[in-house]
C-alpha cells in the first residue's frame, strides 16, 4: 500500500512521509486514506511476425498478469525477456506476485528443421541404395530442399526432400510410379 491521499481539516494536503505539522495552536483533523499499490505491465513483439496480447495491462500488487504470445504463420517464439531478463518460451507468459512493473519483449524467428543424416531404402526393399546429405540444412516453413537424386539402371529415377508441413517433419520420396511418405 501507499498514501493516495492527506487532508488536514478538510485541506488537501501535498503527499509526504512523514507528514508534519508546524504549529501546533489549532486542533487538526488529519485524514490518511491509503491505496493498493498497482504497476504497469508492457508487452512488445521485436522484429514483428508475431504478436503479444494485451499490449498494456495494470496489476495489484501481488495479482497476476497473463500475456498471450502468438507468432504468425511459418514462425515460432524464439525468446521473451522480462524486464531484460530472459525466461522460458511459452505461448502463454503469467507473471505471478506482480510487486514491480514490467516490460516483456517477444521476439519471432522463422521455422526451421534439419534434414537427417541419411535417407535409406525409403520406399522398398527392391529399392537398393541411399541417399546422404552433406551436413545439416536449414529449410524455412513451406520450402523444399533437395539432397540427391540417384538412377538406377533397371528402376526408376527418384528424390528426397525434406518439407515443412503444419509444424511436422515429413520425409518424402517421389518415384515414377507413386509417392512413398516416411
Do not use: R
Amino acid at each position: 500500500y501507499s498514501i493516495g491521499s492527506i487532508t488536514d481539516n478538510g485541506v488537501s494536503m501535498p503527499i509526504v512521509n512523514p507528514y508534519a505539522i508546524s504549529t501546533l495552536s489549532l486542533s487538526h483533523n488529519v485524514v490518511v486514506t491509503f491505496v493498493l499499490n498497482n504497476y504497469a505491465v508492457t508487452a512488445s513483439v521485436s522484429g514483428g511476425n508475431g504478436t503479444v496480447t494485451p499490449a498494456t495491462q495494470t496489476v495489484n500488487w501481488g495479482g497476476s498478469a497473463t500475456i498471450n504470445i502468438t507468432p504468425s504463420a511459418g514462425y515460432g517464439i524464439a525468446g521473451i525477456t522480462d524486464n531484460g531478463v530472459s525466461v522460458a518460451v511459452t505461448g502463454t507468459y503469467v507473471i505471478t506476485g506482480v510487486a514491480v512493473s514490467h516490460t516483456v519483449v517477444a521476439t519471432f524467428g522463422v521455422n526451421t528443421i534439419n534434414n537427417p543424416a541419411t535417407v535409406t531404402n525409403v520406399a522398398t526393399q527392391t529399392l537398393s541404395g541411399s541417399i546422404a546429405s552433406s551436413g545439416h540444412v536449414t529449410l524455412s516453413a513451406n520450402t523444399a530442399a533437395t539432397f540427391g537424386t540417384v538412377a538406377y539402371p533397371t528402376l526408376t529415377t527418384w528424390t528426397s526432400s525434406v518439407n515443412l508441413v503444419s509444424g511436422a517433419n515429413i520425409i518424402t520420396a517421389t518415384f515414377a510410379n507413386g509417392t512413398a511418405i516416411v
